[in-house]
T-cell receptor
Framework: GENVEQHPSTLSVQEGDSAVIKCTYS??????FPWYKQELGKGPQLIID?????GEKKDQRIAVTLNKTAKHFSLHITETQPEDSAVYFC?????????????FGAGTRLAVHP | GAVVSQHPSRVICKSGTSVKIECRSL??????MFWYRQFPKQSLMLMAT?????????EQGVEKDKFLINHASLTLSTLTVTSAHPEDSSFYIC??????FGSGTRLTVV
């Protein structure tokens, strides 16, 4: 089955700096890779996703890159702000059109200091 | 976009009692709901997949008699923690798909 590893487990940056979180996956058949932001006491919120036919996707200060050959994908947050502080989870899934199970990484606790 | 409403957000119950958590899809019909459990500072662990009108599919190691799932309609799925013990204390989250997660339920068993 699929296994997703996520690094680092914690990340501390100064406001305005960039933050990068990396994930690797094991199942080469996985073709959809979402990223979630979870604030304390709340459910996860989808912030960006990428499919295997795309190498990079950007949405304002957030970008995701995917390297299918190496089976890893990364989340990039530029110009970080204190409100970016949260736990971020990557996930992978083999999206065959049905309701398949998301496999989550262990999470990265991001702290952005003013 | 799809919205999932989860209630209650917090619940405290005594050991031995049962607690029901509800998840409703507000603006769409959800034939499938996923139920997760999350311990502090850990990732989401899938417990079971509920399917409208049929039995839920439980992940390995999850007691189906303890965590009862009902998905009687296309807009409502419920998770009942039966005979709760302190070790059942956790954060429970439902999801209709990869985009729509509930806000979570913090269960504390005393």
């Amino acid at each position: 089955g699929e296994n997703v590893e996520q690094h680092p487990s914690t990340l501390s940056v100064q406001e305005g700096d960039s933050a990068v979180i990396k994930c690797t996956y094991s199942d080469s058949a996985s073709n959809y890779f979402p990223w979630y932001k979870q604030e304390l006491g709340k459910g996860p919120q989808l912030i960006i996703d990428i499919r295997s036919n795309v190498g990079e996707k950007k949405d304002q200060r957030i970008a995701v890159t995917l390297n299918k050959t190496a089976k890893h994908f990364s989340l990039h947050i530029t110009e970080t702000q204190p409100e970016d502080s949260a736990v971020y989870f990557c996930a992978a899934i083999r999206d065959s059109g049905g309701y398949n199970k998301l496999i989550f990484g262990a999470g990265t606790r991001l702290a952005v200091h003013p | 976009g799809a919205v999932v409403s989860q209630h209650p957000s917090r619940v405290i119950c005594k050991s031995g009692t049962s607690v029901k958590i509800e998840c409703r899809s507000l603006d769409f019909q959800a034939t499938t709901m996923f139920w997760y459990r999350q311990f502090p500072k850990q990732s989401l662990m899938l417990m079971a997949t509920s399917n409208e009108g049929s039995k839920a599919t439980y992940e390995q190691g999850v007691e189906k008699d303890k965590f009862l799932i009902n998905h009687a309609s296309l807009t409502l799925s419920t998770l009942t923690v039966t005979s709760a013990h302190p070790e059942d204390s956790s954060f429970y989250i439902c999801s209709s798909d990869r985009h729509a997660f509930g806000s979570g339920t913090r269960l504390t068993v005393v």
